[in-house]
């Protein structure tokens, strides 16, 4: 991995079209491009903060915030005395609103979606409420499982307004990029999260026991202008995903 790493890094300063003139951020990228290309696996260590100084003349100070970042956006985790490892678990930073499908591209991981519901019909009382639509409003509804290649991960029912997303069949597997080519990607979400038992239906579509532990996730997502751009419903896996939080005193 460390030669891997060598010349990735390498090769990034040397390509004019990513050249990154802050070092650090050019290390972040090239450890995220050899995860991506599982150079190295899910739970492998990387090489010491001082090798990796040493291998690419870099200060360890460097080294160390290019990690640090990583660590928060969740693709390494690390380990008192153990070093800095490839995730596992797919952890997700609460702080920042990214999609399902930027969150696995991130880790290396290959995003897809399993459609039941694509389509479009009249505003629900519960649906009217959440996100302040008037009564016989037009909303395109996305009911899927996502996988992670074979892995199915979460299930997801999203509803948006059909005045900024006309046509579902736009979405092909992330919804954030369909709004964003529209020019309304959500810009602030509010998200409640609670521990559940998954019921029968969602274990089997999960891939997991009956009762197994789960996350429902219920977020509704804002526009600058303060409308309402999605209103979902999730249930994920709960033996591989960690929703982490920054905390602060003030």
């Given at each position: 991995m460390e030669t891997a790493l060598a010349k990735e890094y390498r090769?990034?300063?040397?390509d004019p079209g990513t050249h990154q003139p802050l070092a650090y951020l050019r290390l972040r990228r090239a450890i995220r491009n050899v995860i991506e290309h599982r150079d190295i696996e899910p739970?492998?260590?990387l090489p010491s903060e001082r090798d990796l100084a040493r291998v690419l003349s870099l200060s360890r100070v460097t080294v160390r915030k290019a990690i640090a970042g990583l660590v928060e956006e969740g693709l390494l985790t690390q380990r008192h005395g153990a070093?800095?490892?490839v995730a596992e678990r797919i952890i997700k930073?609460?702080?920042?609103?990214?999609?399902f499908t930027e969150d696995l591209r991130a880790r290396g991981l290959n995003?897809?979606?399993?459609?039941?519901?694509r389509g479009i019909g009249e505003v629900t009382p519960e649906e009217s409420m959440a996100m302040n639509l008037s009564p016989g409003v037009a909303v395109v509804r996305l009911h899927r499982v996502r996988y992670a290649g074979d892995e199915p991960l979460a299930i997801?029912?999203?509803v948006v307004p059909a005045i900024l997303l006309p046509d579902p069949m736009l979405v092909d597997d992330s919804l954030y990029e369909a709004l964003e080519k529209r020019g309304c990607r959500p810009r602030r979400a509010l998200q409640r999260l609670r521990a559940v038992l998954l019921n029968a239906q969602h274990a089997r579509l999960l891939h997991v026991a009956t009762n197994s532990a789960g996350l429902s996730i219920e977020r509704r997502s804002f526009l600058d202008d303060g409308r309402v751009v999605e209103f979902t419903s999730s249930w994920y896996r709960g033996d591989i995903y960690d929703f982490v939080a920054e905390l602060h005193t003030d």
């Open positions: 090769r990034l300063s040397r739970g492998h260590a070093g800095t490892f930073p609460m702080s920042r609103l990214t999609s995003p897809r979606s399993e459609f039941f519901e997801e029912r999203s």
